[in-house]
Structure formats: structure tokens, C-alpha cells
């Protein structure tokens, strides 16, 4: 059988790796940006700093915005939304973390429609994945092609181990393992790190070289997938062409994967004719399948952020150490809210540049979202990047536990043992005009450096500098006291994780708000299937790589077996 994989991120490697075991099997991985072997891989790529490598415009897609907040909000112009364009995509340029979310998590995506799904089928294809270099038992594997790690004591940095002690004198227990029994507490984080201390992508995981040899592989990259083909509803292949420009050729194969991830995924099947049909038609597209749920169930973490000064002591000063070394897993004040639903990272170095080694911070966000969001296409021309509207905080339950978060998060950074050491604690966003200072470049250096002595000789004024300056007056005294001020804040600056997800949603036939089957068969449609985390009927309380991951093993069990 004839395996036409489109997309080579976190899913479609794995997907190449597991079908071409199969001799019988041939196996073609098409992928729009470049290869990436490990000894290919460029040092900003390679490091378990992960700062760099997603501004690069080589590794993203760089034309690619999105909206965050919901309509209404003063956060309505869209934002640039870095997503990965090379092979093992998200792998490549995210922060390497590995946590997999709340058993009931997986329990949900069987009872919203996705059968066979529970906590019991994902914990096999956990194991399988991993190599725990820390944990045994249960929950872990130990042979997998993913190492998976926590950084040590020793090597901490000392914004984490304040943060650490401050939560531990607030009440909150300091907990083993992060992705062993789920339980609100602080944990070491864990990470996909390999024994020599880099980044271990599933283009290197899975595709070492020895399976790049097998001769029933191919790997195609730089090329972008433009339209499927079809023969009524039967697909039958693709066309791709040069990502640089050029002639296309069609790829005829007898099952096709589409594992282009939670936004380009749904615009290629939208692109080929299977979407809402009267949006299509307005595209001049002609229908092949009316599936109005294509794009919809579009999910994220909505985020915030608390950050505070770093005087020298505190900073890391291992320039290639990754900069997430623990978290605090936590339970909003929200009535009935799902276990563990808040998350907050301890970021010791908040930038690759000189003004983010002096500032450290507690990145927050909603681990279980209520919101939805939605993406559709604006031209049949693949070179246009999709609509993407994630209307964050549109459900007002995410608005109030967002800032019961922002509010742990800030009594953590004010916390007596914590403004012994540093100082001052003052809310943050990740903004256009963040984004735009951490831009390489002369005058952004000049900027950088230039700031970044300031903040050092202040003194008494940092406080006023960094008001005046960083957060445009700004203060969190005022928002942990005014609703209204912390409200309207969040609504302007809510930021995501890059957690996109939910886009074709698994679930039954009959279900309108599905588009595929459980085992990410289109519904209505033979030969096409999707393996990504556009599959996912909620979103896990998880950084979503690894439960992408997860998922594309037991998917491609399923092909194996089939």
C-alpha cells in the first residue's frame, strides 16, 4: 500500500517512521520547509535554548497572523502566529517541554464522540514514544525514541528555585513527577533532551538514519502540498509544487494523511473542496464533500504573564540551558473546574537578548479552555495563509480564571522571600512590539543594550523605568486590587501557547461538529485521513507535542493493523 503523508511536523514523521516498517508498505513524506537531520541541524535549532529558533523566518511560517482575543476586545489586530515550516515542524522550534495532560483528558475525547479513545489507549503509546531517563514504573517507557529528562538541582535556575520556595511557603507541595499521578503542586519540568543536551526533534527521533534508508521511504521537502486530488469522493493523491515556486506534479497514492497541523491542515481540505460549501463556492472551489465543521473547534491556552527584574545573582548564566525548569500545576477558584485546569511556567531567562537574561517570569495560562475559535481560507491560492480567529477569552469563564492565575502568579513574584532577591514584579505580555524588540538586528542590539544598562544602574528608579518603559504605566499593585484594570488588561493582551488545535475534530458520523472518525478517517470521504492535533476534540491540559506525538503512534497502529 501506497502512504501519501502531507506534512512532516511532530505527527508526519512519526507517521513516515511507523507505516515504512512495513516492507510491503511505501511510505512518501512530503514536507513544505527544509530537511532536518541531527547532523544538519543549525545551532540555534540544535540547542536546549529554544529562544532563537522560532523568530527564525527559515523555520516558520512568516507570513502567518492570527487574532487572539475575542471580538470586541482591544487585542483585535492580528498578531503574527509562529508556527513550524521545516521537517519535525512544532518539534523543531517549540520549548521541547513533555507533559501529557490529565487522564480524563483522553477520557473526554471518547465521550464527545472519538470511540475507543480513553486514558487506558493513550498511557501504551506515552510509554511507547519516551525514554525516561529519571522515572520508572507504570507511567514511563524506557525505550522509546523521544528521551525524555529534568534538569538538576545544580543546574536550576535561581528565578525557578525562588519561585519554588515561594509557592512552597504559600502552601503549594513540591511533587516528584510531572507526568506520573495527576495532582496540583510544583514540578521539575520535563523535556525532550537528548543525553548530550539538545533538541530532539521527531525528524531526528524518528527518522534516524537508518530508517531514512529504507527503500521504501521517500522524503520530499520544500515542496508544499496545493491541492488532494479526487475521483468522486475518493481521494486519490496530491499536487505539490516547489515552496519557492515552480511546476507542480501530482503524487497518486492509494491512502493519504494529511498531518499538516491544526491550521494548515484544514486549509488544504478546504482548498480541495471539502469544507462549508457555500464559503467554498464564493472561492470559486468546487465542492467535493459540505462539512461545515472544517475549521471550527479551533482551541488554545490562553495566556498571561508576571515578570519580574533580575539582579545579577539571579540570572542564568549558561547561555545554552533551556530556560523552563519547573511549573506549578493548579486548580482555579472557578466551581467545578477540571483538576489541574491553570498552568504556570517558571521562565528564568524571558528573551535570548540582553534585556531577557534580566528578566525572569511566571508564564500563565488556562489549561483547559471553554473558548472556541475558528479558521477558514481567504483565496484558493495556496501561497495565502488562512483566516485565524481564536476570539480567546470569548467564554467569560475563561476571562475570570485567567485572572485568578494572573493573580497566583503575582503573589508568588511579590512574596517576601522573593522581593528579598529581586525586583520589582510587573505584568508582561507577549506583544507586537515584544516581538519586535527581540528581532535581531543593529539598531534592536543598540536598543537592547542600551535598556538593559539602565535597568542595572536605576537603582531606586527601576521601578519607574520599568513603568515607564516596559509596562506604559501599567501596574500590577492596581490589578491585584482592581478587577476592572486586571479585566481589561487580559482582554488586550491575552497571548496564546502555540497550542492550536481541534480544527477536524474527531467524533461520530452523525455528529455535524466532527470531520473525521476516531481513528482520523474524513467522514464522507474514502482514502483520506487526517493525523494531527487538528484531530483533538479538547484540548489536553498539556503542551499539545507530545499528545500529538502520542496520537500519531496509536494512528499509525491503526494503518498497520488495518
Same mark, same amino acid.
Given at each position: 500500500?501506497?502512504?501519501?503523508?502531507?506534512?512532516?511536523?511532530?505527527?508526519?514523521?512519526?507517521?513516515?517512521?511507523?507505516?515504512?516498517?512495513?516492507?510491503?508498505?511505501?511510505?512518501?513524506?512530503?514536507?513544505?520547509?527544509?530537511?532536518?537531520?541531527?547532523?544538519?541541524?543549525? #545551532?540555534?535549532?540544535?540547542?536546549?535554548?529554544?529562544?532563537?529558533?522560532?523568530?527564525?523566518?527559515?523555520?516558520?511560517?512568516?507570513?502567518?497572523?492570527?487574532?487572539?482575543?475575542?471580538?470586541?476586545?482591544?487585542?483585535?489586530? #492580528?498578531?503574527?502566529?509562529?508556527?513550524?515550516?521545516?521537517?519535525?515542524?512544532?518539534?523543531?522550534?517549540?520549548? &521541547?517541554?513533555?507533559?501529557?495532560?490529565?487522564?480524563?483528558?483522553? /477520557?473526554?475525547?471518547?465521550?464527545?464522540?472519538?470511540?475507543?479513545?480513553?486514558?487506558?489507549?493513550?498511557?501504551?503509546?506515552?510509554?511507547?514514544?519516551?525514554?525516561?531517563?529519571?522515572?520508572?514504573?507504570?507511567?514511563?517507557?524506557?525505550?522509546?525514541?523521544?528521551?525524555?529528562?529534568?534538569?538538576?538541582?545544580?543546574?536550576?535556575?535561581?528565578?525557578?528555585?525562588?519561585?519554588?520556595?515561594?509557592?512552597?511557603?504559600?502552601?503549594?507541595?513540591?511533587?516528584?513527577?510531572?507526568?506520573?499521578?495527576?495532582?496540583?503542586?510544583?514540578? =521539575?519540568?520535563?523535556?525532550?533532551?537528548?543525553?548530550?543536551?539538545?533538541?530532539?526533534?521527531?525528524?531526528?527521533?524518528?527518522?534516524?538514519?537508518?530508517?531514512?534508508?529504507?527503500?521504501?521511504?521517500?522524503?520530499?521537502?520544500?515542496?508544499?502540498?496545493?491541492?488532494?486530488?479526487?475521483?468522486?469522493?475518493?481521494?486519490?493523491?496530491?499536487?505539490?509544487?516547489?515552496?519557492?515556486?515552480?511546476?507542480?506534479?501530482?503524487?497518486?497514492?492509494?491512502?493519504?494523511?494529511?498531518?499538516?497541523?491544526?491550521?494548515?491542515?484544514?486549509?488544504?481540505?478546504?482548498?480541495?473542496?471539502?469544507?462549508?460549501?457555500?464559503?467554498?463556492?464564493?472561492?470559486?472551489?468546487?465542492?467535493?464533500?459540505?462539512?461545515?465543521?472544517?475549521?471550527?473547534?479551533?482551541?488554545?491556552?490562553?495566556?498571561?504573564?508576571?515578570?519580574?527584574?533580575?539582579?545579577?545573582?539571579?540570572?542564568?548564566?549558561?547561555?545554552?540551558?533551556?530556560?523552563?525548569?519547573?511549573?506549578?500545576?493548579?486548580?482555579?477558584?472557578?466551581?467545578?473546574?477540571?483538576?489541574?485546569?491553570?498552568?504556570?511556567?517558571?521562565?528564568?531567562?524571558?528573551?535570548?537578548?540582553?534585556?531577557?537574561?534580566?528578566?525572569?517570569?511566571?508564564?500563565?495560562?488556562?489549561?483547559?479552555?471553554?473558548?472556541?475559535?475558528? &479558521?477558514?481560507?481567504?483565496?484558493?491560492?495556496?501561497?495565502?495563509?488562512?483566516? =485565524?480567529?481564536?476570539?480567546?477569552?470569548?467564554?467569560?469563564?475563561?476571562?475570570?480564571?485567567?485572572?485568578?492565575?494572573?493573580?497566583?502568579?503575582?503573589?508568588?513574584?511579590?512574596?517576601?522571600?522573593?522581593?528579598?532577591?529581586?525586583?520589582?514584579?510587573?505584568?508582561?505580555?507577549?506583544?507586537?512590539?515584544?516581538?519586535?524588540?527581540?528581532?535581531?538586528?543593529?539598531?534592536?542590539?543598540?536598543?537592547?543594550?542600551?535598556?538593559?544598562?539602565?535597568?542595572?544602574?536605576?537603582?531606586?528608579?527601576?521601578?519607574?523605568?520599568?513603568?515607564?518603559?516596559?509596562?506604559?504605566?501599567?501596574?500590577?499593585?492596581?490589578?491585584?486590587?482592581?478587577?476592572?484594570?486586571?479585566?481589561?488588561?487580559?482582554?488586550?493582551?491575552?497571548?496564546?501557547?502555540?497550542?492550536?488545535?481541534?480544527?477536524?475534530?474527531?467524533?461520530?458520523?452523525?455528529?455535524?461538529?466532527?470531520?473525521?472518525?476516531?481513528?482520523?478517517?474524513?467522514?464522507?470521504?474514502?482514502?483520506?485521513?487526517?493525523? /494531527?492535533?487538528?484531530? &483533538?476534540?479538547?484540548?489536553?491540559?498539556?503542551?499539545?507535542?507530545?499528545?500529538?506525538? &502520542?496520537?500519531?503512534?496509536?494512528?499509525?497502529?491503526?494503518?498497520?493493523?488495518?
Amino acid at each position: 500500500m501506497h502512504f501519501l503523508i502531507i506534512g512532516g511536523g511532530s505527527a508526519g514523521c512519526v507517521l513516515a517512521a511507523r507505516l515504512s516498517e512495513v516492507e510491503s508498505n511505501r511510505v512518501t513524506l512530503v514536507e513544505a520547509g527544509r530537511d532536518l537531520t541531527e547532523a544538519s541541524m543549525a #545551532p540555534h535549532v540544535r540547542t536546549r535554548y529554544p529562544g532563537r529558533a522560532y523568530i527564525d523566518d527559515n523555520n516558520i511560517w512568516p507570513d502567518l497572523k492570527a487574532y487572539l482575543g475575542a471580538a470586541g476586545g482591544a487585542s483585535r489586530a #492580528p498578531r503574527r502566529y509562529e508556527q513550524g515550516r521545516l521537517l519535525g515542524g512544532g518539534s523543531s522550534v517549540n520549548a &521541547m517541554v513533555a507533559n501529557r495532560g490529565a487522564p480524563d483528558d483522553y /477520557d473526554e475525547w471518547g465521550r464527545l464522540g472519538a470511540a475507543g479513545w480513553s486514558w487506558d489507549a493513550a498511557l501504551p503509546y506515552f510509554r511507547k514514544l519516551e525514554r525516561d531517563v529519571d522515572f520508572d514504573g507504570p507511567y514511563h517507557g524506557k525505550d522509546g525514541p523521544i528521551p525524555i529528562r529534568r534538569i538538576s538541582d545544580a543546574r536550576m535556575s535561581p528565578l525557578a528555585k525562588g519561585v519554588i520556595a515561594s509557592l512552597k511557603a504559600q502552601g503549594y507541595p513540591h511533587l516528584p513527577d510531572q507526568n506520573g499521578k495527576w495532582e496540583d503542586g510544583v514540578f =521539575v519540568g520535563a523535556a525532550a533532551v537528548s543525553d548530550t543536551g539538545e533538541r530532539v526533534p521527531t525528524a531526528v527521533g524518528y527518522l534516524t538514519p537508518d530508517v531514512r534508508r529504507r527503500p521504501n521511504l521517500e522524503i520530499i521537502t520544500e515542496h508544499l502540498a496545493e491541492k488532494l486530488v479526487f475521483e468522486g469522493r475518493k481521494a486519490t493523491g496530491a499536487i505539490i509544487a516547489p515552496y519557492e515556486g515552480g511546476p507542480s506534479r501530482t503524487i497518486a497514492a492509494d491512502r493519504i494523511i494529511v498531518s499538516s497541523g491544526a491550521i494548515h491542515s484544514p486549509a488544504l481540505l478546504m482548498r480541495s473542496g471539502v469544507g462549508a460549501g457555500a464559503a467554498l463556492g464564493e472561492l470559486g472551489i468546487p465542492v467535493v464533500l459540505d462539512r461545515a465543521a472544517v475549521g471550527q473547534n479551533l482551541m488554545e491556552h490562553s495566556s498571561t504573564a508576571v515578570s519580574t527584574y533580575l539582579p545579577p545573582a539571579m540570572r542564568m548564566t549558561d547561555l545554552d540551558e533551556h530556560h523552563d525548569h519547573a511549573i506549578l500545576r493548579f486548580t482555579s477558584d472557578l466551581p467545578n473546574a477540571p483538576a489541574g485546569d491553570m498552568h504556570a511556567a517558571f521562565i528564568g531567562r524571558s528573551g535570548w537578548h540582553s534585556i531577557g537574561q534580566r528578566v525572569g517570569t511566571l508564564f500563565i495560562w488556562l489549561n483547559k479552555p471553554f473558548s472556541r475559535g475558528q &479558521m477558514a481560507i481567504a483565496s484558493a491560492d495556496p501561497r495565502v495563509e488562512p483566516l =485565524v480567529d481564536f476570539n480567546l477569552l470569548a467564554d467569560d469563564r475563561d476571562l475570570t480564571r485567567l485572572m485568578y492565575g494572573f493573580r497566583v502568579g503575582a503573589k508568588a513574584l511579590l512574596h517576601p522571600s522573593m522581593l528579598a532577591k529581586a525586583g520589582p514584579a510587573f505584568p508582561t505580555t507577549y506583544s507586537a512590539r515584544v516581538a519586535a524588540v527581540a528581532a535581531p538586528g543593529l539598531w534592536n542590539t543598540i536598543q537592547r543594550g542600551a535598556f538593559s544598562g539602565m535597568l542595572d544602574w536605576a537603582g531606586p528608579a527601576r521601578n519607574w523605568l520599568i513603568n515607564s518603559v516596559v509596562t506604559l504605566g501599567l501596574d500590577i499593585d492596581t490589578f491585584m486590587r482592581d478587577d476592572t484594570a486586571l479585566s481589561d488588561f487580559l482582554k488586550a493582551g491575552v497571548g496564546g501557547v502555540w497550542h492550536a488545535s481541534g480544527t477536524l475534530r474527531m467524533g461520530a458520523a452523525d455528529d455535524p461538529a466532527a470531520v473525521t472518525d476516531a481513528m482520523g478517517k474524513v467522514h464522507g470521504l474514502d482514502n483520506l485521513y487526517v493525523c /494531527d492535533a487538528s484531530l &483533538m476534540p479538547a484540548i489536553p491540559r498539556a503542551n499539545t507535542n507530545t499528545p500529538t506525538i &502520542m496520537l500519531a503512534e496509536r494512528i499509525a497502529d491503526a494503518h498497520k493493523a488495518a
